[in-house]
């Protein structure tokens, strides 16, 4: 059976907002939440087996907590919290 990809690139490669620039913030959040969404598939995949799930955990991790961090920076630049549909679909 094929390995499935969960990438959409290296987190590394992600534009992380530093700045102010809330479209460097979305973009970044979309990114990552497209990560998220693929890994959710695959933690929830049967075929895929529980060792390689396991070695993906500490990057699920990661992305998950880049995701919180991005939606503090969003607050902190907008003065607002994301919208529940925002944090679950990200940004259009």
Known sequence: MKDFDMSVGKIENI???T???IGDLKEAYNLLLQREKKAEIFFKNDKVTQAKKD???P???KITELLSNLM???KEI???NMTDWEVLN???
């Open 15 to 17: 534009p992380i907002a």
């Open 19 to 21: 700045g102010i620039f």
């Open 55 to 57: 070695a993906w955990v």
């Open 59 to 61: 990057e699920f991790t």
């Open 72 to 74: 503090r920076k969003h």
């Open 78 to 80: 907008t003065g607002n």
């Open 90 to 92: 990200g940004f259009e």
